[in-house]
């Protein structure tokens, strides 16, 4: 079988129009050994390389991989793996015919379970009613009759009525003015909020400052010659100027007079009526 087997892949690597020594420059495969797997030698190396081998044979000849060792492993128990196949494939279509009934079988068994489910039986609805005479059923209509009308009649009564009340036009003329009026109390109170006190800090040498404003908690920081920096406030600012020498301030764009001296350590205090000196360190809050 292995003969026969090596013959096979000889005839595909013919009919794919692919020689010896192209099949073994493509596939890096000695030449010596596809020689002697033609010839069905298959013991010239151990048997992981000889499949490895022979899947790469398949594979650059157009053949299944894994059928063609499949067919290599059938060979060596002197099996013809063409044959065993088809023996297989019947066997299993047959046993696939067996299990699965006749499709007229199974139609006329669908229709006779459709036929058994649809037949009414004895016992219901309608059988009750052809058993009535007509003058109980004209009853039983006009009862349901007056049910229905009942409850049209109950849920029309439960809906509340919408009255629309039209407001006599002084009224109407009153609500405006009044509107018109809060609103422009409203505003007025918002522009005099927004009515804010900008500092304006001015460096000419280096000065350590501290200072808290109604907007934001206490700030440190350290200006250097030439820097300034802007800080708004609603009513006043609270300072600690480390150089008083060294800085100017304005408010609102108008120079205030801090009387510095280089060096010399100021607290105060500045409001819109100006500056008011402290002569200890203020309390800051956070």
Same mark, same amino acid.
């Given at each position: 079988? +292995?003969?026969?087997?090596?013959? /096979? ?46 899947? #790469?044979? @398949?594979?650059?000849? =157009?053949l299944d991989a894994n059928e063609t060792i499949k067919k290599y492993?059938?060979?060596? $128990? ?7 196949? #088809?023996? &297989? ?6 046993? #696939?015919?067996? /299990?699965?009934? #006749? ?11 459709? &036929? ?7 016992? =219901? ?24 009308? @009942? +409850? ?14 039209? $407001? ?14 809060? /609103? $422009? ?8 909020? =927004?009515?804010?006190? @900008? ?5 000419t040498d280096t000065s350590w400052i501290k200072i808290q404003s109604? &907007?934001?908690?206490?700030k440190e920081f350290t200006l250097f010659p030439g820097s300034k ?51 200890? /360190? ?5």
């Open positions: 079988m +292995l003969n026969k087997f090596a013959q /096979e892949l000889k005839e595909s690597r013919e009919k794919a129009d692919i020689t010896l020594q192209n099949l073994s420059a493509r596939s890096r495969l000695d030449i010596k050994f596809l020689q002697s797997m033609e010839k069905g030698d298959f013991s010239f190396l151990p048997e992981l390389y000889v499949k490895a081998f022979i899947k #790469d044979y @398949a594979k650059f000849i =157009g492993e059938a060979a060596k $128990k002197g099996i013809d793996y063409n044959e065993s196949k #088809d023996e &297989t494939e019947t066997e299993v279509e047959q046993a #696939d015919k067996k /299990e699965k009934p #006749d499709a007229k079988e199974k139609l006329f068994g669908e229709q006779q379970n459709k &036929t058994v489910q649809n037949t009414p039986s004895s016992g =219901g609805f309608n059988s009750f009613f052809e058993k009535q005479n007509p003058k109980t059923l004209a009853i039983i209509g006009g009862i349901i009759l007056v049910v229905i009308i @009942a +409850l049209l009649v109950f849920n029309s009564n439960n809906q509340p009525e919408i009255i629309v009340k039209e $407001k006599p036009y002084e009224q109407v003329r009153k609500e405006n003015q009044q509107r018109f009026v809060q /609103e $422009k109390n409203k505003s007025n109170t918002v522009i005099k909020k =927004g009515k804010k006190l @900008a500092l304006l800090i001015s460096a109604d &907007t934001s908690g206490p920096i802007n800080i708004n406030s609603y009513e006043k600012f609270v300072m600690i100027i480390g150089n008083s020498g060294g800085v100017s301030l304005k408010l609102n764009g108008n120079e205030l007079n801090i009387s510095g001296k280089d060096k010399l350590v100021k607290y105060l205090v500045i409001t819109k009526k100006g500056i008011s000196f402290l002569k200890i /360190e203020p309390t800051f809050t956070s």
